[in-house]
């Protein structure tokens, strides 16, 4: 086993070593985000959903989590290395005029939104639950707003992420949490309550 692998099968036991499993989406622990009430909805991923409804569709069924095995957490770490590969960085001023644009990086190139459509995208076509791959709003080391893909295991909240290669839970991340999309409904968002006394210091309400 190289050092890579060596690095990735410790991360992996670390999170499993961390945490104890749960069959429940919502359960208010350390190891999930805690989910408020609703909130409004990024104006990006309000015009994204105009124009790709079947994407935001609501489900008609109960929230999952996903059994994080080694199989899995290392298909997670394949899918967020893949799609950081492929898209190139680029505002959405640049690629189409506009401060704010959602939608899937046909042309190779994106900002943060994109690299989190497309991985989620990627995920379901592998069979993951679209009710446990949701894009959530956070503010950076910087204060600016960012968009990472949480997916939900039952280990807990993980991160998957374009600035920080790593795929990290949640509460490992130098980021604070602000909103994410309904399991239920993925045209529906709802705050998070980010109290963590680790989080950014610079950061600000």
């Not at 644009?101 to 190139?109: E, H, L, M, Q, R």
Request: charge should be neutral; glycine fraction near 6%.
């Amino acid at each position: 086993m190289n050092i890579a692998s060596k690095a990735i099968a410790a991360t992996f036991a670390c999170i499993v070593a961390a945490t104890a499993t749960t069959a429940q989406a919502d359960t208010p622990t350390g190891r999930f985000m805690e989910v408020g009430g609703a909130t409004r909805a990024p104006a990006g991923h309000v015009g994204f959903c105009s124009e790709n409804p079947s994407e935001c569709r609501s489900q008609n069924r109960n929230a999952v989590v996903v059994k994080l095995d080694r199989e899995r957490w290392n298909e997670l770490l394949a899918v967020n290395a893949e799609v950081n590969r492929q898209i190139r960085p680029v505002t959405d001023v640049e690629l189409f005029g506009v401060e704010e644009y959602w939608t899937f990086p046909s042309s190779g190139a994106g900002d943060c939104e994109e690299y989190v459509l497309e991985k989620q995208r990627v995920l379901q076509k592998r069979g993951w639950p679209k009710s446990a791959l949701l894009i959530t709003v956070v503010k950076d080391t910087n204060n600016a707003g960012h968009a990472v893909l949480t997916v939900r295991t039952d280990q807990g909240d993980i991160i998957l992420d374009n600035q920080i290669e790593a795929v990290l839970p949640w509460y490992s991340t130098p980021y604070r949490f602000v909103k994410l999309q309904s399991a239920r409904n993925p045209a529906k968002w709802a705050a998070i309550s980010d109290h963590r006394v680790s989080t950014v210091a610079s950061l600000s309400n």
